[in-house]
């Protein structure tokens, strides 16, 4: 009998697993098969040291790399049962999938698996068209399917006031030399397997920006190619802020973006105020909420895009040994 997971079945759900978001496009995850279960674990040596001290970002993209893998895993036929953090004494890894029963994927679980592909950060400015109330609703829903909650900005004075958050935030992160040169050191101006190509970046920032989009390089904007000056902005958070808290909200995170991109809108994360403790703590207070903010984002219907590059599956596996 089929008691686990086999080398063929990683390799096909990996294909998906790092098509994750990850800061600075770092891919901070590595792939494991063990006596049959998939493990996902941290790559410390992929962290960034002064953007990421706490491993915050390390996390929620290894969170959501294994919704990913969940998601490719089900659409096979081999959905899993997930333990997150299993083993106390390995703290970087974060999951180990094992073999549920089998069964036919649902039509959710279809259309989010086609969309992993397609998702990418749109950084360039919205269409000025709402978000219609019903697709609103399903990215709230995305939130709490994996126990995180998602709070939408409405209006002018919220999102205004987050922007000013934001902009705090990222002014404090802008005056260390040491974020500055990681941020310019993984910026891509040539092709490359991994970081922030010099393309995917948005127009330079311009001082009636009301998000400070993170300076990845971009080009000058032509005059009234303005970000669209109503936002919707959305604050996902998690019940605590514990490693396994981090995890949970990476996969919330991807489900989310999956959603969007299912539903035809663009996204942009935004993490500076999650980055800086004083502006997440004053983000935290002015929703009014329980728990703890873990990401920001930008949604809306933009011009189209592509997905940016990933290293080789080959990269992240690691495979048992073939005895001999
Ligand atoms: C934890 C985390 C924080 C991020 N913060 C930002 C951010 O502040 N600004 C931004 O433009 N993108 C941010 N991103 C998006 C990454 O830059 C992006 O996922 C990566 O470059 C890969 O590109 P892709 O999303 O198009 O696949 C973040 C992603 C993660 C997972």
Redesign the pocket.
């Known amino acids: 009998m089929d008691i686990g997971y086999t080398e063929a079945q990683l390799r096909v759900a990996a294909v998906a697993a790092v ?1 994750a ?5 770092t891919q901070p995850w590595r792939l494991r098969l063990r006596d049959g279960g998939i493990e996902v674990l941290a790559d410390r040596s992929r962290r960034l040291p002064a953007t990421d001290p706490s491993g ?2 390390v996390r ?2 290894c969170g ?1 790399a294994l919704f990913n893998l969940r998601i490719a895993l089900a659409v096979a036929g081999t959905p899993a049962r997930v333990r997150l953090r299993p083993d106390p004494a390995e703290p970087d890894l974060l999951a180990r999938l094992v073999p549920d029963l089998p069964r036919r994927p649902t039509p959710a679980e279809q259309s989010l698996c086609a969309a992993i592909p397609r ?3 749109n ?1 360039l400015p919205f269409w000025p068209d709402p978000v219609p109330a019903d697709v609103r609703w399903r990215l709230g829903e995305a939130a709490q399917a994996e126990q995180c909650w998602l709070e939408l900005l409405i209006g002018v004075s919220a999102v205004s006031a987050f922007g000013e958050i934001a902009r705090s935030a990222h002014r404090v992160l802008e005056r260390d030399p040491a974020y500055r040169a990681e941020t310019e050191r993984w910026l891509r101006r040539e092709p490359a397997p991994d970081g ?1 190509p010099a393309w ?1 970046a ?1 127009p330079q920032r311009e001082p009636q920006d009301v998000l400070p ?2 300076g ?1 390089g971009g080009r000058d904007r032509a005059p009234g190619r303005d970000f669209e000056p109503e936002p919707l902005v959305g604050v996902l958070g998690s019940a605590g802020n514990t490693a396994v808290d981090q995890v949970i909200a ?1 996969q919330a ?1 991807q489900r989310l973006l999956l959603v969007a991109t299912d539903a035809g809108l663009g996204v ?5 105020p999650i980055e800086v403790p004083t502006a997440r703590e004053q983000l935290r207070l002015s929703l009014g909420r329980f728990g703890t903010p873990q ?1 920001v984002l930008r949604i809306g219907y933009g011009q189209p895009g592509r ?2 590059a990933r290293r080789d599956v080959d990269e992240v596996l690691d495979l048992p040994a073939v005895s001999t």
């Open positions: 098509r978001p990850s800061l600075h496009n915050w970002g929620v993209a959501a998702r990418f950060s950084r922030v995917a948005g989009a993170r990845f990476g995170l942009s994360m935004l993490s500076q990401m997905p940016t």
